[in-house]
């Protein structure tokens, strides 16, 4: 057969897997697989979904205007400075094809977003990805790695799977580290959920200069991610490229009036951090307890190091067998992993109580 032919980088893709949501002969899934809230939309978020419906004939407003005052006035930034995009990942290819293409390099951490990879090849890019320390992004090592051609550096902080933050001394060292010309974007999805004083979701390096974009969505904290809503905070110049390029109506009318109002919901934010850094640690502490290293997490999941993969996989039926799904991270090169998100009291109690189970079938066994 003959017919149009791709390029041959794209058939170097490998399609991003999303979290599944389904286990054959099983009831009641607990699905624990995609970092969603663990407390589902705003009560205010739903209403609002409800109220458009009769106007969903209609287009939605092109300048998502009133959700950039939104966002706006809750992180207090300039709308004039923000884009929204059907989710981030909308945002990180227009990024890519903006600034990346053909005889230019994209450079991440080993073990950073995996979007970042394939929006970067999609557009033509090299990409590099660093080695990283005690699965931390490294600062020394994303800088040695700079060639004549990068054009963007891909940071997420915290990182996604491995929960690790950079404070904000080593985000202000990356960024000095690099060329003025070279891109640096710092995708924040979890910045919600992080506690330590010593952080920055990148706001403060955006307002510091002309190179740097910060990425934000409505998919974890505020869940909302079956909406597909993000964001931008960047330098003028950046946003008014992405404007030029963007989807003339990529948010839809039920996702702008959504959003708007999950920013609104009082207490919402606070309730769901509250009840993640509680969470997250008794997760972690039930599963250090039988054998499974939990590396340190600022996100609103853990990644459970079970050291080998077999013990992984093994340790992934499991929890399938009892309808727990959570996410394998082999296409992170991080095989021995299970990244697990931190859901309601019940269902982090069942997934503890689904390892311990299986870690002590394991009793004996050699951990590598």
Known sequence: MTGPTPRPEIMAIQAYAAGESKVQGVNRIIKLSSNEGAFGPPPGAQEAYRQVAAEMHRYPDGGSVALRRAIGARFGLDPERIVCGTG???????LCHIYGGPRTDIIMSMHGFVMYQIS???AGSRVLKVPER??????DGLLAALTPETRLVFIANPNNPTGSLLGREE??????????EVLLVIDSAYAEYVTDPD???GTALV?????????????KVFGMGGMRVGWAYGPPAVIDVINRVRGVFNINIAAQAAAVAALEEPGWVERSVAHNTEWRARLSAAL?????????????FVLADFG???????????????????RGMAAYDLPHCLRITVGTAEECNLVAKACTAFMATQVGQRRD
């Open 88 to 94: 981030s990942d909308e945002l990180i290819q227009h």
């Open 120 to 122: 970067g090849t999609y």
């Open 134 to 139: 005690d699965l931390t992004a490294h600062v």
């Open 171 to 180: 985000m202000e060292r990356l960024r000095r580290g690099l060329p003025p």
């Open 199 to 201: 952080y920055d979701p």
């Open 207 to 219: 307002d510091a200069g002309d190179d740097t974009v910060m990425l934000r969505t409505f998919s």
């Open 288 to 300: 250090e307890v039988v054998g499974v290293k939990v590396w340190p997490s600022h996100g609103n």
């Open 308 to 326: 080998t993969a077999e013990r992984a996989m093994g340790a992934d039926a499991c929890l399938r067998g009892r309808g727990i799904i959570v």
